[in-house]
């Protein structure tokens, strides 16, 4: 067989492999010599470059390995994202990882390998080298949850997220073993052709569902959810933040890709599963949310109902759901890591803020930290004119002309119970008086990611049309 | 090999592989779980051979035999709180748990009588450990390279969860 090596087609992925192991060396040699890690910066520089990529070469399309990888303007725009929420994850973590007195550089480490492993899941469709892609990602996700290793709580999110994913990799393997089994092949792209034509053999459609149950874990979709709330309240903000938005994303890209690439139109099988599936995940996910305290769980149980509007997309691919969804990953992105900011940033050395008691009246010492918190969670909401709004807006037009008019009912209605406790948390912040006066300390980094973010989620919801156009025009090629 | 005792093995091997593993799921002492996976692992390595995965078959044994189970049953002997628990979680309800079992099983069955089984021809059986070098070089050179990089996040996700942490100030 033709050796195919194309080294344009894994450009984002040397890049990082690169930076990983650069920040491996940099980090030992700094720590023998007992200065403060500089991996942090060296992690900034790789995902500017990793987002710099596809900007530079946007349009510019190659496969290699033999049809392996496939550079499409879908893996470019992902690659893109991943980037982003790289480099806003950095932006945040130090200030948390220092009030907790764990301010190590294989946090950064671990993020660069997770990110290598989401550009890879979002650059094939060869299920063997996606399960290698999600497992590198999955390692060092779990690390990262149990970052703080000496708190109970941050090691039982670390290992409830990594039991549970583990199930989710066998279940999704053992799906891929029925799919081979059924037509021969590991390769979405040759599935297809095998299934076409003729009916889909059951033990096709029963490998795909575990499949499916595979990626449902990883996107925190009910009824395969439990592990989330647990793990996200453990887990240090900064990874917590990573989870909800980059696996999330890179699972449902992964998602996307495969199923849509496999088989399309959907099997009843299938559409009644995703469309089951949508329906539990926003009920319960918003539903949950109502009653939490905790505002990690709080997010939690929001970013499950998040993945259930995004299913919608999935099944409306048709009429331009998955377009709908690449820019819901991207509002939701900087809307999500947002909130998230604001906790960390209103937090004190060595006690971070998780209780939504903590926040009371904390509007007052911190004006603009408030003001952020209000424009992410009205987006997390969908409240004009933030980019949430226009998020929600494609989602459920591409579902009502794809027919499915009761889960858009369902999705409007939820996103109402939503908006009681995302404005229960600003009541929080504004409506009482503060508890202490003491103001949390500044952080420039925070600062920035803020405003940042602040800037992208008022930005996309008032000129949406223009990423709309770049979303629809990465997935012209693949629906 | 005859059909016969191609057929024999399979069902000995089977049958000792689910009933293993069945101990080792029911059983409510770590020890014994742990050597009843013996069984398990070692059948399952035997199955492999059946189907003439020589390579498979040989990794199996090496790493999955000799290396994880001696793990983990050196785990279990240096951690003695684990040594007598009970390995049940009240918490789960064997009600529900019973239903997914029989709706999984109910696909599985449907899977299995409902497919037309792709079956190999009788073509001679040849050895696969220098094909299957082959295909790693060359067409599943990338999966190959990559999967290195997943060995070494592993490295280092586990060297920081195991290390000693030096108490600064």
Redesign the interface.
């Known amino acids: 067989?033709?050796?195919d090596?194309n080294y344009f087609v894994?450009l984002p992925q040397i890049v990082l492999?690169f930076f990983?192991l650069l920040q491996?060396v940099v980090d030992a040699y700094s720590r023998s010599t007992g200065r403060k890690s500089y991996v942090g910066y060296l992690a900034l520089v790789g995902y500017a470059l990793l987002a710099a990529i596809p900007v530079v070469v946007w349009g510019v399309t190659d496969t290699g390995?033999?049809g392996?990888?496939l550079f499409d303007k879908f893996a470019q725009f992902m690659d893109f994202l991943f980037g982003i929420v790289g480099i806003l994850i950095v932006l945040i973590a130090p200030r948390y990882l220092d009030d907790v007195g764990r301010d190590?550089g294989?946090f950064y480490?671990?993020l660069t390998?997770s990110l290598?492993?989401m550009s890879?899941m979002v650059s094939t469709t060869?299920l063997?080298?996606f399960l290698?892609?999600l497992?590198?990602m999955s390692?060092?996700v779990?690390?990262m949850a149990?970052f703080e290793?000496?708190k109970g709580r941050s090691v039982e999110a670390a290992f409830k997220y990594f039991i549970m994913g583990g199930v989710a990799s066998a279940v999704f393997l053992f799906g891929v073993a029925?799919v081979y089994?059924?037509t021969?092949s590991v390769d979405a792209s040759l599935i297809a052709k095998k299934v076409a034509g003729c009916k889909v053999?059951?033990?096709v459609?029963?490998g795909l569902?575990l499949v499916l149950a595979g990626f449902f874990f990883k996107i925190a979709a009910v009824p395969f959810h439990m592990w989330t709330p647990d793990s996200y309240e453990g887990a240090p903000t900064p990874a917590t933040a990573f989870m909800a938005v980059g696996v999330k994303a890179a699972a449902f890209a992964g998602l996307m890709r495969i199923l849509i690439v496999s088989v399309k139109p959907y099997p009843l099988v299938i559409e009644a599963i995703l469309w089951t599936v949508a329906f539990l995940t926003m009920l319960i996910g918003n539903f949950m949310a109502v009653i939490q305290d905790n505002l990690k769980r709080l997010l939690a149980y929001s970013s499950i109902a998040h993945a259930g509007y995004m299913l919608l997309g999935l099944l409306a691919y048709k009429n331009g759901g998955l377009s709908a969804v690449l820019f819901y990953l991207l509002v939701y992105a900087f809307a999500d890591i947002g909130a998230f900011a604001v906790l960390i940033a209103l937090g004190k050395d060595g006690e971070p803020v998780e209780y939504i008691d903590q926040i009371k009246g904390k509007a007052s010492i911190h004006p603009l930290l408030g003001a952020a918190m209000i424009i992410f969670l009205f987006s997390l909401a969908g409240v004009p004119p933030t980019a949430g709004f226009f998020g929600k807006l494609f989602l459920f037009k591409s579902a009502i002309s794809a027919g499915y008019i009761w889960l858009a009912v369902l999705g409007i209605l939820t996103s109402v119970v939503s908006l009681y406790y995302y404005l229960r948390v600003l009541v929080y912040m504004y409506m009482y008086e503060p508890s202490d006066v003491v103001p949390a300390r500044q952080s420039v980094s925070v600062g920035i990611g803020l405003a940042v973010m602040s800037f992208f989620v008022l930005y996309l919801g008032t000129v949406p049309a223009k990423f709309i156009d770049i979303a629809i025009d990465a997935l012209k090629k693949l629906v | 090999m005859n059909g016969f005792w191609v057929n024999f093995f399979f069902i000995l091997l089977s049958l000792t592989a689910i009933l293993s593993a069945l101990y080792v799921v029911l059983t409510n002492n770590l020890v014994r779980a742990a050597f009843a996976l013996f069984f398990t692992l070692f059948s399952v390595a035997g199955l492999y051979a059946i189907l003439s995965a020589d390579f498979i078959a040989v990794v199996q044994v090496m790493i999955y035999v000799g290396g994880i189970l001696v793990l983990i049953i050196f785990g279990i002997l240096l951690t003695r709180t684990v040594f007598d628990m009970s390995l049940y979680d009240k918490k789960m309800s064997k009600f529900w748990a019973g239903v997914i079992v029989v709706i999984m099983a109910l696909?599985?069955l449907?899977?299995i009588f409902?497919?037309?089984?792709?079956v190999r021809s009788g073509t001679t059986i040849q050895p696969v450990t220098a094909r299957l070098g082959?295909?790693f070089l060359?067409?599943?050179?990338?999966?190959f390279e990559?999967?290195s990089?997943?060995l070494l996040?592993?490295i280092?996700?586990a060297l920081?969860?195991a290390r000693r942490?030096v108490k600064k100030r």
């Not at chain 2, 409902?114 to 792709?118: E, H, K, N, R, V």
């Not at chain 2, 060359?138 to 999966?143: D, T």
Request: glycine share 10%; net charge neutral; charged share 15%.
């Open positions: 067989m033709k050796l090596i894994i492999t990983f491996l390995f033999n392996m990888v190590r294989e480490i671990l390998a290598l492993g890879i060869n063997i080298l290698i892609a497992e590198i390692l060092a779990y690390v149990g290793k000496e029925l089994a059924g021969g053999l059951p033990v459609l029963g569902t | 696909i599985f449907k899977v409902g497919t037309d089984w792709l082959n295909i060359s067409r599943y050179l990338l999966p990559v999967a990089v997943l996040v592993a280092v996700g920081f969860i942490e």
